[in-house]
């Protein structure tokens, strides 16, 4: 095994220098206060850079430390040969990394049949510059970018500064209660992710070098090192890949596991292909479904690049608030952002829309990736209701184009067990923590040895419940089992 890179620092400025934070004795930390599933109403954070209500808002904070040398040993083709130095930088917005240069790393980590349409330049320079992730909604970028000598880009890591805990999809905001019911600052904190996306992908974007492993152990203590200037609480990493969690328990990290559903393509040639393999009832089920969609005079088109006009943006957005203001409370990303989507990412983009009388009544938000479509918002217009639309809009139509367009599964979001009996099953996702307080990280270490046991027992009762045949449930198991 390679030895870990290290690191030759540079002298960089003290940041956030508010002092230490208050540190209590280990054994006061309890893991019983750690998965409360709601937040205490005295908790308040602003989405300004203030963190706290109150605390010194107007105090300006200068957040970007100098570059950083590292001194990268133990690589394979290290043989009588001077060791690589590469220089790690932060930036304050992905439009400072040319784009080409970004999505090579990204196409290198996941290899271009598997590219996660996420991690791509357009997709998260278009939440920025549309002002959806940025500062003033408490997420201001900080991505990291490791250059060799020769100053070309080797590795990336979107990286966000965070006031608060909303747009992750990995819950821990029990954690920021009991980080303050102790007197202790949960926020700000570190979040490497895509904002507003529960979806599995890199994290740690690396240029296909023979000396890959070592630029990612100076990008994970980077990381680390950033979490300490910065004066932070923690460091958090969700929705990596799967090899990504392997190497960051070795890295020092937390390990926490989830749930979601997909769907998955068993070379199909039609949908009807693909119910052959469910149940009889299950498969009953679902015809019924989709017979009451033109029963209602409703007609489901699906709409691809320049198919997609402005007007279609405007009237999905009007979707969008409609959910956001009824369900969630609160509208993550603008409207200028799906123009922008629209703009960059063209025939990556699917969306689904139904009509009624000429009319769009309700849409479908879908992102196309090297093997995979990823379903991501739906909306209605208000007081609209068909029933089993959103079936219709967000489940078949979605298999549908994914058999059409031979892509390997459909990753249908977060949450909702009611996926399972139409043909999506639960798969794990993954996360990585690191705390700076020693105490909280031995007492969250604890409770997730006690979640991830019962999240893998929910799995399997799910798999359980599958609605396909016998033999085929045995081949997703096995899969499945092969994952975890």
């Not at 992102?367 to 991501?376: F, S």
């Not at 909280?440 to 991830?452: K, S, W």
Request: aromatic share 10%; with cysteine.
């Amino acid at each position: 095994m390679a030895s870990p890179a290290v690191a030759t620092r540079r002298t960089s400025p003290t940041f956030l220098a508010s002092g230490p934070r208050h540190r209590l004795r280990r054994h006061e930390y309890s893991p019983s206060k750690l998965g409360s599933p709601s937040l205490a109403s005295r908790l308040k954070v602003t989405a300004l850079f203030g963190w706290i209500k109150g605390d010194k808002l107007a105090r300006t904070r200068e957040l970007i430390p100098s570059a950083e040398s590292y001194t990268l040993t133990g690589s394979d083709s290290e043989v009588d040969m001077k060791p690589h130095e590469v220089s790690i930088s932060i930036v304050s917005s992905i439009m400072d990394i040319p784009p080409a240069e970004w999505d090579a790393c990204a196409v290198d980590s996941a290899e271009p049949e598997k590219l996660n349409p996420f991690l791509t330049h357009a997709f998260l320079s278009s939440l920025e510059e549309s002002g959806s992730a940025v500062k003033e909604t408490g997420w201001l970028p900080l991505h990291i970018v490791a250059r060799d000598e020769n100053e070309h880009i080797v590795g990336v890591v979107p990286l966000y500064l965070k006031s608060h805990s909303r747009g992750e999809f990995v819950f821990d905001q029990s954690w920021a209660e009991a980080y303050y019911s102790y007197g202790l600052e949960y926020y700000p904190k570190l979040q490497s992710c895509v904002p507003f996306t529960p979806v599995t992908g890199q994290r740690i974007l690396l240029r296909d070098t023979s000396y890959r492993d070592q630029v990612f152990d100076a990008l994970v203590k980077a990381l680390k090192n950033l979490a300490t200037k910065l004066n932070v609480s923690s460091l958090h990493i969700t929705f990596p890949s799967e090899g990504e969690f392997s190497k960051l328990k070795d890295r020092g990290l937390l390990q926490r596991i989830g749930l979601q559903y997909h769907w998955r393509n068993r070379n199909y040639k039609s949908f009807d292909d693909f119910l052959m393999d469910l149940k009889q009832p299950k498969r009953k089920n679902i015809r019924q479904e989709r017979k009451k969609i033109p029963a209602q005079n409703l007609k489901m088109k699906r709409l691809r690049g320049d198919e997609i006009k402005s007007s279609h943006w405007d009237t999905f957005y009007k979707f969008y608030r409609n959910t956001t203001d009824n369900h969630w409370g609160r509208a993550y990303l603008t409207r200028e952002f799906f123009h922008l989507l629209g703009e960059k990412m063209g025939d990556k983009v699917m969306l689904i829309v139904a009509e009624h009388d000429d009319k769009l009544v309700a849409g479908a938000l879908n992102l196309i990736g090297g093997d995979t479509l990823y379903g991501r918002l739906w909306g209605c217009l208000p007081d609209v209701h068909f029933p089993n639309l959103h079936f219709e809009a967000c489940y078949y139509q979605a298999i549908e184009a994914a058999i059409e367009l031979n892509l390997s599964k459909v990753e249908a979001g977060a949450q909702g067990e009611h996926k399972i009996q139409r043909g999506y099953l639960p798969v794990t996702t993954y996360s990585c923590h690191y705390f700076l307080e020693p105490g909280f990280a031995t007492a969250i270490g604890n409770f997730l040895v006690h979640e991830t046991a019962q999240v893998k027992h929910v799995i399997n009762v799910l798999r359980d419940s599958g609605p396909y045949k016998e033999d085929i449930m045995k081949e997703f198991a096995a899969q499945q089992d092969d994952e975890m």
